[in-house]
């Protein structure tokens, strides 16, 4: 099962930042948090990840809090092309071997409108 | 382009063909995962090599199901005597196999069987 919880569905105004949340309260000290996104029809597409200290890249921002139990990720001018299903997961870096296959929970779809 | 390639991208049989599906991953990635997903699902692990050997098998694998990476570069899925059950986008996921590990997706093989 995954180890994270998100909201089914989104709305977001073109131009306007996007902020979708993630729950992960059963997180260990050695996962990451993993953003990905998924066009329809597409592969996943990796977006930004994090293990403690809040990311940024030419993607989107990630925010985890203090405590590590939740992550907002942060689209900061949402277009139509952003449209997707956005997954966030948990899990362990390659140093602790345990083959670090994502689970995949339901996602949520972000829908831009204009 | 230096991504994830996935061959073929679509595939439609008949039910009880074989099927076999190739995976070339980004160069230089030790670590190679496949991931089925059917509709209105997030992907499913399906198994991972590190390098040419296979160190995981997800019980979704069957019988049927065989993958292999014999030079430890390009890998092949397998489907045998497909059943319409199977049908499925298949994804393909490279990683390096260090540090947070981050994988990255081919586009996927969409199998329709009839």
């Known amino acids: 099962d995954a180890k994270t919880t998100q909201p089914p569905s989104m709305d977001c105004a073109e131009g306007r930042a996007a902020n979708l949340p993630c729950n992960h309260s059963t997180i260990s000290g050695n996962e990451y948090v993993y953003w990905y996104r998924q066009i329809h029809s597409q592969g996943p597409q990796y977006i930004i990840h994090g293990l403690k200290n809040n990311e940024t890249n030419e993607m989107a921002s990630l925010i985890i809090t203090e405590d590590r139990k939740s992550s907002t990720l942060i689209l900061p001018h949402a277009t139509l092309r952003d449209t997707a299903v956005y997954y966030c997961i948990v899990r362990v870096g390659a140093r602790d071997n345990q083959g670090g296959k994502l689970i995949f929970g339901q996602g949520t779809e972000l829908s831009v409108k204009p | 382009d230096t991504g994830v390639s996935q061959d073929p991208r679509h595939k439609i049989t008949k039910r009880g063909q074989n099927v076999t599906f190739r995976c070339d991953p980004i160069?230089?990635?030790?670590?190679l995962y496949w991931y089925r997903q059917t509709l209105g699902q997030g992907p499913e692990f399906l198994t991972y090599f590190q390098n040419e050997a296979q160190l995981e098998k997800s019980r979704l694998l069957s019988d049927r199901f065989s993958a292999e990476r014999p030079k430890g570069s390009f890998s092949t899925l397998e489907i045998q005597r497909t059943e319409q059950g199977d049908s499925a986008m298949y994804l393909c996921?490279?990683?390096?196999?260090?540090?947070?590990?981050?994988?990255?997706f081919g586009p996927g093989t969409r199998l329709t069987v009839l």
């Open positions: 996921a490279s990683s390096l196999g260090l540090g947070a590990d981050t994988q990255y």
């Open positions: 160069s230089e990635h030790n670590r």
